[in-house]
Structure formats: structure tokens, C-alpha cells
């Protein structure tokens, strides 16, 4: 499948380890794990920066395997989930920075059409993401409230 703005038809991408079970020279329990995902969430750290942080200062390299549950339904468990899915709030994110230049230069056609761009990726994901019931019904993407989500 190719991409949904360009024309780049690649499929590369990582790949996560074959074997499920934890590599036997982890010596990190379970508790340990959770108990350090959690302290690194209550420093407002994202989940993906706490899958880096473990994986490249402890050699964790899928929390679930240690675990067995993922790090996302480890944070929700104790309430320390993020309100937006992260790849949501990247989106929005972008969207303002590129708002707040449209506002210095009106006439870059280019930033106009990349904003619409990011804007349907937005509501496309805003979408799956209320059928999926990880957002609220009644939430939706306003251009004018927006810099209060990300900010």
C-alpha cells in the first residue's frame, strides 16, 4: 500500500524480535518494569520515549515480553495514559506550528496546501480513533482550540 500524501510506495520498516519470550540475560522482573515505566511517565515522558529509554538504557526491547502487557495498557492501568494518542497529538502539533507560519507569510501557497494535507490525516485518524472508542463521540479538531490541545 502506499503512502496516503506522496508517492513513495515503500515498505520498510522495522522489524520486532521473533521469539516472545524475554532474552534470558534480563535479569528486570515484571514489577521492576512497570514500576519504571510509571515513574518515567510521572516525568511527562511520552510512551514512545519510554520504549526508547528502555530500550536503550536497560535492554528491554518489547515490554510486553517482559511483562506481558503492552506499555500503553500498562499507563492506562495506572491512570498515567496520555488524553490524545500520541500519533493524534503529533498531528495537532504540527498543524499549529504550520498555522502560526501562515500567519507570518500569507502568500506561502506550499504551507497552505501541506495544511490541508495534515488537517485530513487529523480528522481521518480522529475518526478511526472514535470508532475505536480511545476518543470521546462528541470530540472533534477545531483550527482555533487547537493550540490549547498541544500547548
Request: contains cysteine; glycine residues 6%.
Amino acid at each position: 500500500m502506499g503512502r496516503m500524501h506522496s508517492t513513495g510506495k515503500g515498505i520498510s520498516k522495522s522489524s520486532i524480535p521473533y521469539k516472545r519470550t524475554p532474552p534470558a540475560w534480563l535479569k528486570t522482573s515484571s514489577e521492576e518494569v512497570t514500576e519504571h515505566v510509571c515513574r518515567l511517565a510521572k516525568k511527562g515522558l511520552t510512551p514512545s520515549q519510554i520504549g526508547v529509554v528502555l530500550r536503550d538504557s536497560n535492554g528491554i526491547t518489547l515490554v510486553k515480553s517482559v511483562t506481558g502487557n503492552q506499555l500503553l495498557r500498562i499507563l492506562k492501568a495506572n491512570g498515567l495514559a496520555p488524553a490524545l494518542p500520541e500519533d493524534l497529538y503529533h498531528l495537532i502539533k504540527k498543524a499549529v506550528a504550520v498555522r502560526k507560519h501562515l500567519e507570518k507569510s500569507r502568500k506561502d501557497k506550499d504551507a497552505k496546501f501541506r495544511l490541508i494535507l495534515i488537517e485530513s490525516r487529523i480528522y481521518r485518524l480522529a475518526r478511526y480513533y472514535k470508532k475505536s472508542k480511545q476518543l470521546p463521540a462528541n470530540w472533534k479538531y477545531r483550527a482555533a482550540t487547537a493550540s490549547a490541545l498541544v500547548a
